[in-house]
């Protein structure tokens, strides 16, 4: 997490009461398009009301949408959120095509979500089936009853075989069999 | 938060308390090692932001073993902050000092120099020896593994798996050891 991040509202990935499994329910609930009716700064923004904004009202009928004519302003969209955000956005010298696909942007988003760090990247209800751990999680049970310190339980135990006690295995292997042969030979 | 799952928080985020036997370990390497156990880095919760270290009990810290002739050469520096307050002490003088010092040390270079790290060093304890305080040791639910093997002496093992031993040759009677 870098500085820049400190004072940004943090969160996680969710979907506001399961939204979209059964039903989608739209989380944009006004939208307030500011433009100017002379300069050219606005001009995308008139083509998109002359030609798309009937049909978006049309489409969104839970969308409470309003035009707000302002002399010599820079074009601005505001829009407003089931969950209380209130997303601005400037609109200065943007074409049509653009606003099309940002206010489609602003219709599909559930809040503000561009002003939220996310603590990851992922959100589960069952975060786990086999349960948290805990230091004790796939602990030897013998140290419940060992009193330590104990050098059964200290002493390393992944190092690999000595030279030493390869031989000495060799030799007692080559003993006992040599034992054998010697007890075969007294039963004949 | 129910009882059941307040539970589960205190068990996940308990101080477990290890302990680590210090006979015949590098201090550097051991450092390493017991520098994760502090810190919680052995745990999968871990995060720097989390509180989540453990208490590491050491003992024994007077029988380490340097490498090489670092007893001899290894020096540690001092400042007293006057002009000509400069003193380096060899890695022998300290351990005659203070048998605890170098290990202590040895752990604190380990760790990244940050606001945690004093706090990090108030949880390992270092013991000398093997008399650990009873209020300490009851605590302790863990045993650190050693890097090394701790050898045994041959005039420590019984006389008997000395004779058992396998041998090439036996040396003539009238032989006379250096």
């Known amino acids: 997490m870098s500085n820049s991040n400190l004072f940004l509202k943090s969160g996680f990935v969710r979907a506001p009461l399961q939204n979209g499994v059964g039903r989608y329910v739209c989380q944009l609930q006004r939208i307030v398009l500011k433009f100017c009716k002379s300069h050219g700064g606005s001009r995308g923004m008139r083509d998109f009301i002359e030609q798309d904004l009937v049909d978006f009202a049309r489409d969104n009928p839970s969308v409470v949408v309003y035009l707000k004519p302002r002399r010599h302003r820079s074009p601005v969209v505001v829009a407003e959120y089931l969950n209380g955000d209130r997303v601005w956005m400037s609109m200065q010298n943007k074409t049509q095509s653009e606003i099309t696909k940002w206010i489609e942007n602003m219709r599909t988003q559930q809040g503000d979500l561009s002003a939220v760090r996310l603590r990851k990247y992922q959100y589960t209800d069952h975060p786990s089936i086999q349960g948290p751990w805990t230091p004790f999680t796939f602990k030897n049970p013998e140290l419940n009853v060992a009193k330590l310190p104990n050098p059964k339980f200290g002493a390393n135990d992944r190092l690999p075989m000595s030279a030493t006690e390869q031989l000495r295995i060799m030799f007692e292997k080559q003993r006992i069999s040599k034992e054998e042969v010697k007890e075969e030979k007294k039963e004949e | ?178």
């Open chain 2, 1 to 178: 938060m129910s009882a059941a799952k307040r539970v589960q928080q205190w068990a996940t985020f308990a101080r477990t308390w290890h302990i680590f036997d210090c006979k015949w370990q590098d201090p550097y390497q051991s450092a390493d090692l017991i520098k994760k156990y502090l810190m919680g880095m052995h745990k999968p919760i871990y995060h720097p932001m989390n509180d989540c270290g453990d208490v590491v009990v050491c003992i024994n810290s007077r029988d380490i073993a340097l490498r090489g002739d670092e007893w001899k050469k290894r020096a540690y520096f001092h400042h007293t902050g006057y002009p000509g307050g400069a003193s380096w002490t060899l890695a022998w003088e300290v351990h005659n000092k203070d048998p605890t010092m170098i290990i202590k040390k040895a752990v604190y270079r380990s760790m990244k120099g940050n606001l945690q790290r004093r706090h990090t060093m108030e949880r390992l304890l270092i013991y000398p020896d093997e008399e650990v305080p009873e209020d300490v040791l009851q605590n302790v639910t863990n045993q650190i593994r050693q890097l090394r093997l701790v050898p045994t002496r041959l005039d420590h093992i019984p006389e008997d798996e000395v004779r058992k031993f396998p041998k090439v040759m036996d040396y003539p009677k009238d032989y006379v050891y250096k």
